[in-house]
Each structure stands twice: as structure tokens, then as C-alpha cells.
């Protein structure tokens, strides 16, 4: 069917979807984001929604014909809702500059963690298909070692 859909479970109606969510909601947040400048506790509200959104609809659909990727799907999605809710000390309520310090060392750790997950991930993906292409070849060579 084409790269649009690539891992992807087709067989599923919510799951197509999930593509024209993904870029229809990060063309809703940059519309905020431009046009709705003078109202940031609006901003802040949409990004919190919407990711709460994101995150019931990939739980719930599955999007991915991997489950791993769902999984991983769920975990970056609820790690953008979490870095949405530690926005909101950076508005203008909270003065205390220490505790933005400490939230901003939080939301570093936030994103080194999840950054360490997501090339794990890769690095363990790559290495699984390495392998497989491996045996792949050698029960070939096999084959025919044996005609």
C-alpha cells in the first residue's frame, strides 16, 4: 500500500487514520502556536487536550502491526503530555525561579530517558534483523551445501 502506511495495520479502520492525526495535529498546534499568541494559557490547554487525546487513541486503536511500536507509540506520546504539564510553571503564575531550575533538570531527564528508550529500541530492531538475515543466509548456504 505504499510508505504512507508502512507498519501500519491496515485492517483496522481507526488505525489508517492515525497518519492524518499525527500531521493534523502538529498543523493545530503550530496554528496555535501563530495565531493564538496573546492567550498562552489557551496554547498551553490545546497542547494538554490534545496530547491526553493522542495518547487514549494510540492506547486504545493500536495503530502498528508491531506491538512493540505501540508501545513505544503510548510512551512518547504520554512523554509529550508530560512535558506539556511541566510547562505550566514556566507561565506567568509561578514566579519561584528555583523551581523552574528544578523542573527544567526534570524535563532534561525526561528527554534523555526517553531518547535513551527510543534508540534502544533501534539499536535492538537492527540487530534482530541482522541476525535473522544471518541465519537467513547461512540456512541457504546450507541448502545447497546439502544438493
Known amino acids: 500500500m505504499g510508505t504512507l502506511y508502512e507498519g501500519i495495520d491496515i485492517t483496522n479502520t481507526s488505525a489508517i487514520l492515525y497518519n ?3 500531521i493534523g495535529r502538529r498543523l493545530f498546534f503550530a496554528a496555535v502556536i501563530v495565531f493564538c499568541g496573546w492567550f498562552p494559557a489557551f496554547q498551553v490547554q490545546t497542547i494538554l487536550w490534545t496530547s491526553m487525546g493522542t495518547v487514549v487513541y494510540s492506547a486504545a486503536v493500536r495503530p502498528f502491526t508491531d506491538m512493540s511500536m ?3 507509540d503510548v510512551l512518547n506520546e504520554a512523554t509529550i503530555m508530560f512535558v506539556a504539564y511541566a510547562t505550566i510553571p514556566y507561565s506567568d503564575y509561578l514566579l519561584d525561579p528555583y523551581f523552574k531550575y528544578d523542573i527544567g533538570w526534570l524535563l532534561i531527564s ?24 544471518i541465519k537467513q543466509l ?8 546439502q544438493k
Open 70 to 72: 505501540n508501545y513505544l
Open 20 to 22: 492524518m492525526i499525527f
Open 138 to 145: 547461512t540456512m541457504k548456504k546450507k541448502s545447497k551445501v
Open 110 to 133: 525526561v528527554f534523555f530517558t526517553t531518547f535513551a528508550i527510543n534508540i534502544g529500541f533501534i539499536l535492538v530492531k537492527a540487530f534482530l534483523n541482522i541476525f535473522r538475515k
